[in-house]
């Protein structure tokens, strides 16, 4: 009898999925992440020390200063994260 061998294959995301994806954290609804929801983003999609990294990602990309990353910001935030890889498996 064959042995099938399913294996894993793991596709890169564009950075208008992952634009996508983060959005989907917005809890509360007002239209911006704050510093929990993007490390609870992170968390969820795989991403080791998470709560670093949302840290480093406001440092790049919250331009105003304000403790959330608005639409506008988002753009840059994608930009900044999307060199970890994140993947679909």
């Known amino acids: ?20 994806l983060l959005k989907r954290y917005d809890a509360n609804g007002d239209g911006q992440l ?12 795989g ?3 998470s ?5 480093r990602a406001f440092q790049h990309a919250d331009a105003n200063g ?3 990353i608005t ?7 994608v930009k900044y994260a999307s060199k970890w890889g994140f993947t679909i498996s």
Do not use: C, Y
């Open 1 to 20: 009898m064959p042995t099938w061998v399913i294996r894993s294959v793991s596709i890169p995301l564009s950075e208008d999925q992952l634009k996508g």
């Open 34 to 45: 704050s510093r929990k929801e993007l490390k609870q983003a992170f968390h969820n999609l």
């Open 47 to 49: 991403l080791k020390h």
């Open 51 to 55: 709560g670093w990294r949302a840290n």
């Open 66 to 68: 304000d403790g959330f």
């Open 71 to 77: 639409e506008d910001e988002l753009n840059q935030l």
